[in-house]
């Protein structure tokens, strides 16, 4: 099953601890939304420059809640420290028989953190 991955740019502090939590959610014949089971799934997400030919970081991903969709990708200070201005990710899952889909996509904006 092919999909379009969703599109999600964002910014964040450089030198900054960042996490955000994200529910998946896969839309039905009928057009309406269903949380996924994420149970044996597997995320993974990474950040890498635009030609994709230098990886910043893997995010790390936290299972909150694996029957209700819910997941939160989290980077450590020491990862957005070296982050240039513009950074580009994806989160992809893989499913308990090996399919591959990537979910999201997008652009992270860096902003200067001036305090350490």
Avoid: C
Avoid at 18 to 36: C, H, L, N, P, R
Avoid at 48 to 74: C, E, M, T
Wanted: glycine share 6%; net charge negative.
């Amino acid at each position: 099953m092919a999909i379009s991955p969703a599109l999600r740019n964002f910014t964040l502090q450089r030198g900054a601890d960042w996490s955000e939590q994200y529910i998946f959610k896969s839309t039905q014949a009928d057009g309406s939304e269903v949380v996924m089971d994420l149970t044996g799934f597997t995320i993974s997400a990474q950040a890498w420059n635009q030609n994709r030919d230098y990886k910043f970081a893997d995010f790390a991903v936290v299972y909150d809640d694996r029957p209700n969709g819910k997941i939160s990708l989290v980077l450590t200070d020491e990862q957005t420290v070296i982050f240039p201005d513009e950074v580009f990710y994806d989160v992809l899952l893989t499913t308990a028989s090996g399919l591959k889909e990537h979910y999201i996509e997008g652009k992270i904006t860096v902003s200067q953190g001036y305090t350490r």
